[in-house]
């Protein structure tokens, strides 16, 4: 049997949180995950050891060094596969200066957003295994001091009213048919607004650059 870890190794799920720059919530993901290793102590609480905690935010250092302090980044969320490439390429190519990353389901895009915290994210409606609308309503409601802004794809024959009265009355819906091009213009315009409004913020909450 492995022995037990001692406490001055590990440290809470609250704990790890702080230290990655990150909800609770995103913590205890990771941990379900496999990026965080944790263990349970015989009462039932978790405890993460500090060794995989320093290791993730040794990663989180190395990639902002490497995309730079005002680079601004999209995440895609789309379960088909072809679909989802074909869109990070041409948004790849279009917004040369941004970073475009892209997950194929809502439990790899929870993790993703608490570990880059992206300036847009780019979502079709409806995501398996998860309940979409709360899961929109919770990521902007974790994201205050860091803010996303959220494109919803929508698809033919969806009431377009009724999809926006579940959700906040910031998210953007698109509207099918999609073309590609229209809809990288639209990003890099969001970006350019996005960029001006956290400009705009006062000292002490985040602000990320743009194109």
């Known amino acids: 049997m492995n022995p037990v ?6 440290c809470s799920t609250r704990e790890a949180a702080r230290l990655l720059g990150v909800s609770v ?11 965080l290793r944790a263990w349970k102590t015989p009462g039932g609480h978790r405890r993460i050891l500090v060794e995989s905690v320093e290791r993730l935010v040794d990663e989180q250092r190395r990639a902002g060094a490497t995309s730079g302090p005002d680079a601004s980044s999209v995440l895609i969320l789309k379960e088909n596969a072809r679909d989802r490439r074909a869109l990070q390429a041409l948004l790849g190519s279009v917004l040369s200066d941004c970073t475009v990353w892209a997950v194929a389901s809502g439990f790899e895009g929870l993790i993703r957003i608490g570990e880059i915290r992206p300036d847009v994210l780019i979502t079709d409606l409806g995501v398996t295994g ?14 205050r001091e860091h803010p996303m802004v959220v494109v919803v794809l929508l698809a033919s024959g969806v009431d377009r009213a009724a999809v926006s009265a579940r959700l906040p009355g910031d998210v953007v819906l698109v509207e099918p048919p999609i073309d590609g091009h229209e809809l990288a213009a639209l990003v890099w315009g969001l970006l350019q607004k996005h960029k001006r409004t956290t400009l705009a913020q006062p000292v002490g909450l985040s602000a990320s650059g743009c194109p």
């Open 5 to 10: 870890p001692s406490t001055s190794l590990t």
């Open 25 to 35: 919530r995103t913590a205890q993901l990771w941990v379900e995950d496999g990026r």
């Open 130 to 143: 998860l309940d979409f609308f709360q899961m929109i309503h919770s990521l902007l409601d974790d994201v």
